[in-house]
């Protein structure tokens, strides 16, 4: 089945508005070096 990217992020954002979003928080190496090495 193929997604339908569209109405997704449309639910997405409906969900947003509703209160009903996630927040997500990420932390982000500051070595260039150490995030190259994870991508590999």
Partial sequence: MKR???RELLKSIEA???GKGKRVTVNVPTDEK???K???
Wanted: proline residues 0%; hydrophobic residues 40%; charged residues 40%.
């Fill in 4 to 6: 339908d990217i569209g």
């Fill in 16 to 18: 947003i508005k509703n």
């Fill in 34 to 36: 150490l995030i190259r």
């Fill in 38 to 40: 994870k991508m590999d």
